[in-house]
């Protein structure tokens, strides 16, 4: 790799981290030089804005989280284990040490961005639309498979995990108690055989 892609994905890095504590508007271009060590003109070198950087900074929080989830569904086959691995990555990820500091970078910046940034907000939905595929797509499997209820609705079962899951982490961080996600995991998991056939 190169010494300018090292740079960059250096940049990358320290820069989701920031905005991921932090946010958007609480980042400063002098924050990003103090935690790259790299003058302004080193990082737009690399990046033509605070507003590109925050972008791509986004995508690799993003990129990082759902290789998490990949990972969780490697050797799983049956829709109701592969759902309970993504529900495992939650916990994990509040239990154990989470990814990235701050928490989960969609809900920070679907937060954030809600009235302030057109391109953040849109690029948080791209990420949230990803996710929201990737349940569908089990389900909709299952659904085919025999091993989900014909009367179940994809889009609902997305629905009910993600909100679950990014309320529980929430208040998993607010309170500093990783309680709340693990109510929230045993009830999705005692959902998702609600969901069986």
């Known amino acids: 790799m190169s010494k300018a892609k090292i740079t960059r994905e250096n940049i990358l890095q320290k820069a989701a981290e920031l905005f991921n504590k932090k946010g958007y508007s609480g980042v400063s271009m002098s924050d990003i030089m103090r935690v790259t060590g790299l003058q302004k003109g080193g990082i737009y ?17 993003f990129n990082l989280v759902n290789q998490h989830f ?3 569904l490697k050797g799983k086959t049956h829709a109701i284990e592969r759902l309970e691995a993504i529900i495992s990555v939650y916990l ?44 569908c797509q089990i389900t909709e499997k299952g ?26 982490l929430m208040m998993s961080q607010l309170y500093r108690k990783g309680i709340h996600m693990e109510r929230v995991s045993e009830h999705l998991n005692r959902y998702l055989k609600s969901l069986l056939p």
Do not use: Y
């Open 70 to 72: 990949l990972n969780a």
């Open 92 to 135: 994990d990820f509040v239990i154990n040490k989470p990814l990235i500091p701050g928490g989960c970078p969609i809900l920070n910046t679907a937060i954030e961005s809600d009235d302030t940034n057109s391109a953040l907000h849109l690029r948080t939905q791209e990420a949230m639309n990803s996710w929201r595929q990737l349940i």
């Open 45 to 61: 070198n690399h990046f033509q804005s605070k507003e590109e950087l925050a972008l791509n900074a986004l995508d690799l929080a």
């Open 143 to 168: 659904i085919a498979r025999g091993e989900i209820s014909q009367t179940v609705e994809a889009e609902v079962v997305a629905t009910i995990i993600i909100s679950n899951l990014e309320g529980a």
